[in-house]
Structure formats: structure tokens, C-alpha cells
Nanobody, 115 residues
Framework: QVQLVESGGGLVQPGGSLRLSCAAS????????MGWYRQAPGKQREFVAT???????NYADSVKGRFTISRDNAKNTVYLQMNSLKPEDTAVYYC?????????WGQGTQVTVSS
């Protein structure tokens, strides 16, 4: 079965940057897409970004221009580079593997943006 492990979260000041990593137990080439989602306290989990097998990326309007999703197939890892962070970006960030209807979620990594 597929396992996803997120890392890279932490506390950062507004305007700062973080890079999140999502390491998969199998080749990410096996998935039709990889994505990042986030969930703030008291709110529903929301879409952040996806990257499909062909390399096309999609972003939520709230992060477009600030966040970049990328992948390293050799390392079986997907990244989320987050720049110009805002307090409203504070959330638990989850990695998702889209596996042709049998999707897998990681356990999440906390990102806190505060001065």
C-alpha cells in the first residue's frame, strides 16, 4: 500500500518562506496526480495545488503566484514551495496521491505563520 510522509512545516514570520516535502513509498510516476491540501482549525480541508503526470500544475486562487508545486521522480517526492506567507496560510498541510480512484493522504504537517 502507498504511504505518504510530509515534512518541512514549522513556524515562520509573515512574508517568509517554507518548503514542504511529501515522500512516497512508491514511485510517484504511478499516480495520475499529486496534490497539496490544507485545513485550518474550524474550517474544511481545501485544495491548494496539484501536479498531474504530464507536469501540468493547478493552484487555488489564494496561493497562485506565491506557491509552487514540483516533483522529483528520482526521490519519489513532491514539494510545495511557499513564499510570501500570510497568517491566513496557517493550517495543517496534507499531501495527497491520486491513484485512479484509490487515493492516499499523508498525516499532515503544521504550518504556522505568525510574528
Amino acid at each position: 500500500q502507498v504511504q505518504l510522509v510530509e515534512s518541512g512545516g514549522g513556524l515562520v514570520q509573515p512574508g517568509g518562506s517554507l518548503r514542504l516535502s511529501c515522500a512516497a513509498s512508491i514511485s510517484i510516476f504511478s499516480f495520475n496526480a499529486m496534490g497539496w491540501y490544507r485545513q485550518a482549525p474550524g474550517k474544511q480541508r481545501e485544495f491548494v495545488a496539484t501536479i498531474v503526470s504530464g507536469g501540468t500544475t493547478n493552484y487555488a486562487d489564494s496561493v497562485k503566484g506565491r506557491f509552487t508545486i514540483s516533483r522529483d521522480n528520482a526521490k519519489n517526492t513532491v514539494y510545495l514551495q511557499m513564499n510570501s506567507l500570510k497568517p491566513e496560510d496557517t493550517a495543517v498541510y496534507y499531501c495527497k496521491a491520486f491513484n485512479w480512484g484509490r487515493d492516499t493522504w499523508g498525516q499532515g504537517t503544521q504550518v504556522t505563520v505568525s510574528s
